[in-house]
């Protein structure tokens, strides 16, 4: 019988953690896309760690008041260089998405994006929410 403090699965958490830690944290997506945020007065600024990952492989999309980041990125298959067998290999292969909630009324012409260096930053504007048509307005009585 453990203390309460260990929990009953002491050991099981133990050997879980670190089988994961060397031989699935590298290719694991759970690491991938860090991102900072920056709030000023215009608005907003999100700089998403995406190491390894190029241009291309990054798709940036403003859908339904979200703002979704897929990174997608394919390594060669080969068992094989022109000198031997590969022992072992880790490179991350497949992909990756991150939403984040940004509102309606942003519309995606108003983001800026731009990638350089693995990191991909995103200006989204402070954006006031219109009201809709049919709410009532009420005139000044003088």
Same mark, same amino acid.
């Given at each position: 019988?453990l203390?309460s !403090?260990?929990g009953?699965?002491l =050991?099981?958490?133990f050997?879980d953690?670190?089988?994961?830690q060397?031989f +699935? &944290?590298?290719k $694991?997506?759970a690491?991938?896309?860090k991102?900072d *945020?920056k709030e /000023?007065?215009?608005?907003?600024? =999100? /700089? !998403?760690?995406?190491?390894?990952y190029k241009?291309e492989d *990054?798709k940036?999309s403003a859908?339904?008041?979200?703002l979704? !980041?897929t ?8 068992d ?5 067998? @590969?022992?072992? &290999?880790e490179r @991350?292969?497949? $992909?990756?998405t991150r /939403?984040?909630?940004i509102?309606?009324?942003v519309?995606? #012409?108003?983001?800026g994006?731009k +990638?350089? %260096?693995g990191? =991909?930053?995103? %200006?989204i504007?402070? *954006?006031q929410?219109k009201?809709? #048509?049919?709410t009532v307005?009420? !005139?000044d009585?003088h």
């Amino acid at each position: 019988m453990l203390p309460s !403090i260990f929990g009953e699965n002491l =050991l099981d958490n133990f050997f879980d953690d670190a089988f994961d830690q060397h031989f +699935f &944290r590298s290719k $694991s997506a759970a690491g991938l896309m860090k991102t900072d *945020v920056k709030e /000023s007065d215009e608005g907003f600024e =999100l /700089s !998403i760690d995406l190491p390894g990952y190029k241009k291309e492989d *990054v798709k940036v999309s403003a859908e339904n008041g979200y703002l979704t !980041i897929t990174a997608a990125r394919n390594e060669e298959k080969g068992d094989k260089d022109e000198k031997g067998k @590969y022992i072992r &290999r880790e490179r @991350y292969t497949g $992909s990756c998405t991150r /939403s984040f909630y940004i509102g309606e009324d942003v519309k995606p #012409e108003q983001i800026g994006a731009k +990638f350089e %260096d693995g990191i =991909l930053k995103l %200006d989204i504007p402070k *954006v006031q929410p219109k009201l809709p #048509e049919d709410t009532v307005k009420y !005139i000044d009585i003088h």
